[in-house]
């Protein structure tokens, strides 16, 4: 209850301002209701009213702005602080990379299959990947498809992390130098990031992609023979215990040369493929993204095929009866392939390869693109 001005007590919730409607008090929001409730009740002018609810307003304003002011500022000193712009790059490439998997897994585990089909024979049918997929869905259901998703993900995890990582890092010294220097970076310079950090990722993640390539290459064996292996780690485990913890990294110089090859064709030509589309069109940073890591998609499969399918015989190799392995090595493995069956056959699946490859590479720098964008 109040008193109007001409001291007639009227309620609360119908009060009038200098005898004209201004809208229920009770429609007010609860701030301001709470203020004029805790003003002394008696001659209380339309003014003062005014002013209170004005007050109030401004104030609940001000607290609002620097509330969110503060949580601004906290996350921007949190993100620069110097270890989270040091492992910011590797997290980024490490989402990206994960998330251009998912998307891909079925157009890899087609190519895997391509690859091992016809192995140590030069003549007969040749497989295609609508053949390939047939066969897959005909055996099973088309969940099949993502057979290995698991140790595909923990190779992202660990690969990709560590090769975006690394090249981010790598082409950050090399930007501080030029800088110094008043000049700037080369392709040559963006070659060098590229092969370091795709042969030192390689190195590491060869266990995940050893684990990956035997879930996939599973399928390809007799009911009897087959492993069945549950998971990743189960797969990991499995081979530690039969053939040694040596045979995780089984492979790992075709892996890393291929990886070398690889990441000069995508990371080098994206990087130098960017760099020269900002100089010389004037598209959007979305079209120069997008044509740049198509440039990049192309160059790494093709300088990058010949050492995978290397990597992945070794790779899916086990012992014969005779208690040998098919391949003694990788130059072993690359003469067998000539002798037996054709040097063109290193480049058996490069379609599927390619669609596999152009797009895992899109998507990854495409969501590490934006990632680091966000990031900033």
Known sequence: MIFNKNCALIPLTHAYIDGASSGVIEQLPNSILALVLSL??????????????????????????????????????????????????????????????????PVDMVKVRLQLAGEGVATGPKPSPLSVTRDILAQGRALDLYTGISAGLLRQAVYTTARIGFFDTFMGAFKSRAKERGTQIGFLERAVAGLGAGGVAAFIGNPADLALIRMQSDGLKPAAQRQNYKSVFDATARIVRSEGVAALWAGATPTVVRAMALNFGQLAFFSEAKAQLETRTRWSARNKTLAASAVAGFFASFLSLPFDFVKTRLQKQQKGPDGKLPYKSTMDCFAKVVKQEGPLRFYRGFGTYYVRIAPHAMITLIVADYLGWLTK
């Open 40 to 105: 002394p009740i008696g001659f209380m002018s339309s003014n003062s009213i005014k002013q209170a609810a004005e007050a109030a307003r401004s104030k609940s304003s001000n607290m609002s702005r620097q509330g969110t002011e503060s949580a601004s500022a906290m996350t921007t000193d949190l993100l620069h602080a110097p270890l989270i712009r040091a492992i910011l790059p590797f997290v980024n490439g490490g989402l990206a990379g994960m998330t251009a998997t998912t998307v891909i897994q």
